[in-house]
């Protein structure tokens, strides 16, 4: 595209950024991009204003609007800063928890965030280095604080970084405090950023907040005498470069595992991620030097967190003695199948339960909760919205678990967002606890789909970059709106939800029934007459449009368990092939 193609709304813009409140290295970067001719990389800098997704604040590094720099943190930070004031306007003192993992550039975004709070008055706790995700979380319910932030892009390329903020019970921002603090940003230009905080304000948090967070951590054990038979439990674990590096092996070591085996390659720290093309733990290529590892080691399980160590990736043995990936919707279905099943032995299942599960995640988590009497939860994408739950029925109900597809899992609730950390050390005495009644992950998850029903699921997205991208991705939502498919993979649809509406139309008898959420959602969701679902939502953190797809079958027998895979596989096939993808 040539300069005299840019719309001029943009070159306004980012001719604002020439000015003396931004540093002269800014400035001439700003520079650099106007008198490119070929303005793409202007236009994608400029063309918004970063916003608060499922996931917070989140974009490319580098500068502009639309990127994440001082400047847009700062701004973040500032109408964060303003919105505290209003909202806690009674509170003698208003604190904040300041945490950040290891992408490049987070210990200067969480330090640039320190100065800008404590400049308003607000007390910073900001913690000493590099800490997982849950553990901002659990610092801002242990301190007492009204909010907090973490400088993380999770599990995004190394080019990425993001701001996620958390209220007063450690949750991340629902509404309407996520729009309000949307509102008081947009009013900050960046005169009124206030960089510069004394640093007397600011508190650091260390080691004493570990110990706590770790003594939480262990509390979720419900086999601990079986822990002390199978302590020897052979345990690959690798952080990605992250923040798990230090506390997952701890926590590992207080629960009573005393053979934890590293991947030193990926041990270090580093936001460049040198042995991972993406540091997710849903990327098989992220996994593969655990699981070399664990084949040289001869192990019994492979665990992986992100780079802020909420999520979990876990890789175990199957039948054939090889290593495989277990998915998200998986990981849940293991986790809520122990809990209830062990809950239920000891006794302590009183009918006050219940379980949390976003609507792309697995079904058979409804039916796992409905045949043991526990009650279910269905919420939007994000463990803000787990969190919601659990904040309307504290001192009510009795929370045990709750997941959702993308590899997170929370297991107690003194942590209100995804945690890999408790999730690690409850998913090793799982394995304990299976190798100690003579059987495999693999077995358990056999003799959940036994007991259940059978479930393949497949998650595809689509990229798009962008304005144009953006455009494209609307454009498509729209169409699948307008136009949702008749059929798929032979069988007809029975039922479209529509969140955006609220509105639940069941095909065959033409009823329409309200969908019970207490907002909108750009989502929609196809239920077929032979039980498979299709979900379709634009990401709110990347520039993507996801397709969650769901197929059931019946497993009569462990033996049959690979043709019925390799028969729902391609049931999946052709439900992408009648999606277009």
């Known amino acids: ?201 600011i508190s650091l948090l260390g080691a004493e907040m570990d110990q706590k967070f770790l003594e939480k951590v262990v509390s979720v054990s419900l086999s601990p005498e079986i822990i002390k038979r199978q302590n020897d439990l052979k345990i690959v674990y690798t952080p990605i470069h992250g923040t798990g590096v230090k506390l997952i092996p701890m926590a590992l070591e207080k629960m009573g595992f005393n053979n934890v085996i590293h991947v030193p390659e990926q041990d270090l720290v580093s ?105 279910y939860f269905d919420v939007y994408t994000g463990f803000k919205y787990i969190a919601e739950v659990i904040r309307e029925n504290e001192g009510k109900k009795n929370y045990i678990g709750g997941g959702e597809e993308s590899f997170g899992f929370m297991p107690l609730d003194f942590v209100r967002d995804k945690d890999a950390v408790t999730s690690c050390a409850l998913m090793a005495e799982i394995a304990a606890w299976a190798k100690d009644n003579g059987r495999s992950l693999f077995e358990m998850l056999q003799d959940i789909y036994l007991t259940y029903g059978y479930s393949k699921e497949k998650m595809k997205y689509v990229v798009r970059t962008g304005k144009s991208g953006a455009e494209e991705i609307e454009e498509m939502m729209i169409n699948f709106r307008n136009n949702p498919p008749k059929q798929l993979a032979g069988s007809a649809l029975s039922v479209v939800k529509d969140y955006e509406t609220l509105e639940e139309k069941h095909l065959l008898t033409g009823n329409k029934v309200p969908i019970n959420q207490k907002i909108t959602a750009n989502v929609l969701q196809f239920f077929t007459e032979d039980g498979s679902k299709v979900s379709v939502r634009p990401s709110g953190t990347e520039p993507k449009i996801k397709f969650y797809i769901e197929v059931k079958d019946t497993l009569s027998s462990p033996s049959d368990y690979d043709s019925v895979e390799a028969k729902t596989n391609l049931k999946i096939d052709q439900v992408m092939t009648d999606l277009g993808l």
Request: some cysteine.
């Open 271 to 375: 936001g460049d991620f040198p042995t991972v093309i993406s540091p997710n733990p849903e990327e098989p290529a992220a996994m593969k030097l655990a699981i070399a590892k664990a084949v040289e080691t001869n192990a019994d399980l492979v665990m992986a967190s992100d780079p802020d160590a909420d999520r979990l990736g876990i890789a175990i043995k199957n039948d054939k003695g090889e290593f495989i990936l277990v998915n998200g919707n998986q990981t849940v279905l293991i986790f809520l199948y122990y809990i209830i099943t062990k809950r239920k032995e000891l006794g302590l299942l009183k009918g006050n339960e219940y379980v949390v599960k976003t609507i792309v995640t697995s079904e058979l988590v409804v039916d796992i909760a409905k045949r043991n009497n526990v009650q």
């Open 1 to 201: 595209m040539k300069a005299s193609e840019t719309p001029e709304s943009i070159l306004i813009k980012a001719n604002e950024w020439l000015t003396g409140h931004y540093d002269s290295q800014t400035r001439e970067e700003v520079s650099r991009l106007i008198n490119n001719p070929d303005n793409t990389a202007l236009i994608d800098a400029f063309y918004k204003d970063l916003e608060f997704g499922t996931g917070g604040l989140r974009g490319i590094m580098g500068v502009g609007s639309n990127r994440m720099n001082i400047y847009t943190v700062g701004a973040a930070t500032q109408g964060l800063s303003n919105y505290l004031k209003i909202a806690f306007a009674g509170s003698e003192q208003i604190g904040v928890a300041i945490g950040h993992d290891c992408r490049n550039n987070s210990r200067l975004f969480a330090e640039t965030a320190a100065g800008i709070f404590s400049a308003n008055g607000i007390k910073v706790y900001l913690f000493e280095d590099l800490r997982p995700t849950p553990e901002i979380s659990f610092a801002i319910r242990e301190l007492g604080l009204q909010s907090g932030i973490i400088l993380t892009a999770s599990h995004n390329p190394k080019e990425y970084n993001g701001y996620k903020a958390y209220w007063d019970d450690g949750s991340q921002i629902v509404e309407p405090h996520d729009v309000n603090i949307i509102s008081e940003v947009l009013k900050v230009k960046v005169e009124d950023i206030k960089f510069n905080g004394p640093k007397e304000n």
